[in-house]
Structures are given as structure tokens and as C-alpha cells.
């Protein structure tokens, strides 16, 4: 699909259904910012190839994609347990 420049790239993306993952291939940094910051989606690659994460990293889909941010050391810890507070007689 043709559009005239990352602003209305970015509402086209935004437009769908979905929001696993994007990218944008720029030198520009404030272009790449500007992605990450509108772009409505779980990840945003910026000059990298889809599947690139660091394993620790929150991965998951957004709207009708995915199940939500599960993935990761953290968020897998928080969707396997809950925080429960005690106290003991002093």
C-alpha cells in the first residue's frame, strides 16, 4: 500500500484490527520515535527483522492480536501467580 509519509502510515496501521508487531526502517531517530511513541501495536522493530527480542523483554499482541503481554521473565511470573499479603502476631 502506497501512503505519502509516516504520519499516515502510522494512522493506517493503527486503522486495523490488529497490533502484534510493526516496523520502520529510518537513519531518521526522530522518525523512529515518533513510530514507537503512535504506533498502536505490541512491538515496534525500527531497522530490525520481526522476531528480534531480548528473552526478558514484555512481548505480547495488542487489540485482536495475541492474548496480551505474557511473555517475558516478569510478565510470565505475574500471569502464574498473585500477590498475597500476611501478617504474623509481634
Known sequence: MKVKDLEDA???ANGTAFGLSSGI????MEKAL???KNLRMGTVNINEVPGYRIESSPFGGIKDSGLGIKEGVIEAMKCF????TFSLPW
Open 81 to 84: 501467580t498473585y500477590v498475597k
Open 25 to 28: 526502517v529510518t537513519k531518521d
Open 10 to 12: 502510522v494512522q493506517l
Open 34 to 36: 515518533y513510530a514507537v
